[in-house]
């Protein structure tokens, strides 16, 4: 966990705002989630999550974290090969963190030196890995071999076909993870309203699942 908020504070910067190009010093609910979630280990020494479902506020800096950590999972977890995505109902949603994450790499001297900016990609040669955006169409996930998905909005989702896709492209990794970040929905019809509710059995005991995350 210390090793993912010395990356952040150390080499991501704010994009926007009176803060533009400063580093990137973690809010306090972020520090606590980081290390949870990076900081909790299984029997073998791996990540014990694989989910995490964050219900958070607007304007509480989700998008920026988001795009910190798509670049954490890129460069510097340790993972060869590494394909991370950005996911949204819509590709225009999906760019938001991509696109802040392309910022941050542009006004960061040390993460310009090494990463290769593309229009929808973003490009690790070193290690022969890359982080994009995509939609939230199943068929566009079919192929890959994900090691981390960072899901923006999820309550616009409608169904949890696309979900279940990018879980089941992760199977070959050591430890992939997949990030939902959402603000308040209304729809509990939907596949968020599904996580909101299997989130909420899981901290009250009622289900089990040592891999399953949520704040």
Same mark, same amino acid.
């Given at each position: ?60 800096? *989700? =998008? @920026?974290? %988001? $795009? ?98 990018? *879980? =089941? @492209?992760? %199977? $070959? ?43």
């Amino acid at each position: 966990a210390a090793h993912v908020v010395s990356f952040i504070e150390k080499f991501c910067v704010h994009i926007e705002g009176q803060w533009a190009g400063k580093p990137f010093i973690l809010l306090d609910w972020q520090k606590e989630f980081i290390g949870e979630l990076f900081g909790t280990l299984d029997d073998n020494g791996l990540r014990q999550y694989r989910e995490a479902y964050i219900e958070i506020a607007r304007k509480q800096g *989700k =998008s @920026s974290l %988001g $795009a910190a950590l798509a670049l954490y999972m890129l460069v510097a977890d340790g993972e060869y090969g590494a394909q991370v995505v950005s996911v949204a109902k819509t590709r225009e949603q999906a760019r938001i963190i991509f696109s802040m994450a392309a910022k941050m790499v542009h006004m960061s001297p040390a993460l310009s030196s090494i990463l290769e900016v593309q229009k929808y990609a973003i490009l690790y040669p070193k290690t022969q890995s890359i982080y994009k955006c995509i939609a939230a169409e199943a068929g566009s996930a079919h192929g890959m071999n994900l090691h981390a998905v960072l899901y923006d909005e999820l309550h616009t989702i409608e169904d949890g076909e696309m979900y279940d896709v990018l *879980k =089941s @492209s992760m %199977g $070959a990794r050591r430890q992939p993870l997949i990030m939902s970040f959402t603000t308040a929905g209304t729809n509990r019809n939907s596949f968020c309203y599904t996580i909101h509710e299997y989130a909420i059995n899981v901290k009250k005991g009622m289900r089990t699942d040592p891999r399953f995350l949520s704040r």
